[in-house]
DNA sequence: CGTTGTGTTGATATTAATCAACAAGTGTGG
DNA sequence: CCACACTTGTTGATTAATATCAACACAACG
């Protein structure tokens, strides 16, 4: 049930034709398909800034002025009802775009989780980008389809799966995310680093940080996971929890 | 918490300069910018066909060898465990357009609610298709972009709201739906038609049929609406419900 | 050190699910 | 036309999963 992973795309002034070590992917590219001469321009239509963790670049119900590609580090995206519950609708990472929506306004918030890089447009100016390069245009068409297919993904998960089960898809969806594109660092493929807290796995899954915490405990003693640290999980028995999150596997 | 809603885009080559007499938007046309010699064109390269309610036309799994377009009626879209649950993650009507995922498979099911007429087209073809008319792959990404709002929206529901807000926001959804673009005829938009049964909106809500049952009728008995058929529901007090849908209502 | 934020664990409450019975509508065939 | 099965929807009683409330452990930090 795993799904197809756009490749990372990346808009990174500060680093043109410096290619990324794990992939090879040049950053500063877009799209495979824009000429490296056409970069220039690229840049030049782009602003680039930094945020700090724990603050917030996307604000619920503000203006959508911005279209922004991260560069580095990992952000969470939510939407919160008037009494404070919380819902996180994803996290995005390096190649992450964010504010497509033709909405004059931000459908959702998004905080830094780690220090991040973002490359931001405004929205004339994506206009004028993507009336240029009809190549990338494609691919933000790819990506936004991609993205669709992870949110009903997610609805399932949210509307039918048990606390287990959406606790082994959290996992095993963060142990096949390739590592090598994230903004920080994780061993094999077996150790998933938790760049968020409880709170932030609790409103991802619908769930409370208790139930998340005694279901991590509970597959813990059954030898499915361990847990080094609060933000580490080793994946003991990956067939065993992918079974769990695809449902396959009858409850205890 | 309305969002924007996208101009129908409907591919019907059996109507051709037959405007829709409700909004006037002019049927087998994509786009508007997309010339009217070029319409033939257009449905040289699609296939139509017919769908009888409780037929499904799209089976995940399957490998996607089409895109489709809506041109009349409604589907349910949905995902299933290996035990039988069931999440539906929306509702297709008129001009919704199927498919457009990069996978090589379908991601999700569609089945018909009621009489569908559906337009078809290859891959390959589409992509030709999106090749000659930039307009159309425009299009295509906005489209994608407001669904992916509206799951956004729909995660919300799923891993955050009450039953009650649950139901609430699913009939202020449905009365909010530009009847004069659905496959069924709808009265005023205080008088929700909902074409598929407990069953659907259960799955699609992350509820039981039961849950869904008592929910309305209590709703009902406070006189926020009135149930005059099963498949009727008569917005009583619009402002009220919605409040609850959104969250500002505290709980009964 | 105290303070604060985060995570774990236990006891209890609550929402919604499950199990069960029945009512109403629909279609079929005798 | 009616008996019948079958589907769909409603309502009630009970259960179960998860939320809530509460206490405490631990680490980071001023």
Redesign the pocket.
């Given at each position: 049930m795993s799904m197809a992973r756009a490749r990372p795309l990346v808009l990174d002034p500060g680093h043109r034709d410096d290619p990324c070590s794990h992939c090879g992917a040049r950053r500063y590219s877009v799209c495979n398909a824009i000429e490296s001469k056409d970069l220039e321009r690229l840049a030049s239509l782009a602003t680039q800034f930094t945020v700090e963790p724990g603050r917030s670049f996307i604000d619920e119900g503000d203006p959508a002025e911005h279209f922004f590609n991260v560069t580095a580090g990992t952000a969470k995206l939510f939407k919160l009802l008037p009494d404070g519950r919380r819902q996180i609708t994803g996290f995005a990472g390096t190649g992450h775009f964010l504010g497509l929506a033709v909405s004059s306004s931000y459908s959702f918030s998004a905080e830094a989780l780690e220090p991040m890089r973002i490359c931001r447009f405004s929205r004339p100016k994506l206009k004028v980008l993507l009336d240029d390069f009809p190549a990338m245009e494609k691919r933000l068409l790819e990506v936004a389809s991609n993205e669709l297919v992870a949110a009903q993904e997610q609805m399932l998960l949210l509307g039918r799966k048990?606390?287990?089960e959406r606790l082994a898809s959290f996992l095993i969806g963060r142990a096949d995310v390739p590592t090598h594109c994230l903004g920080h660092q994780a061993g094999t493929a077996e150790t998933v680093l938790l760049p968020m807290?409880?709170?932030d796995i609790a409103d991802y899954l619908?769930?409370?940080?208790?139930?998340?915490?005694?279901t991590?405990?509970k597959l813990k003693a059954e030898g499915l996971i361990e847990?080094p640290s609060?933000?580490t999980v080793v994946i003991r028995r990956h067939a065993a929890l992918e079974g769990i999150a695809t449902g396959e596997t009858e409850?205890h």
């Open positions: 048990t606390a287990r807290t409880r709170n619908g769930l409370t940080i208790e139930t998340v915490s005694r991590l405990t847990i609060a933000n409850q």
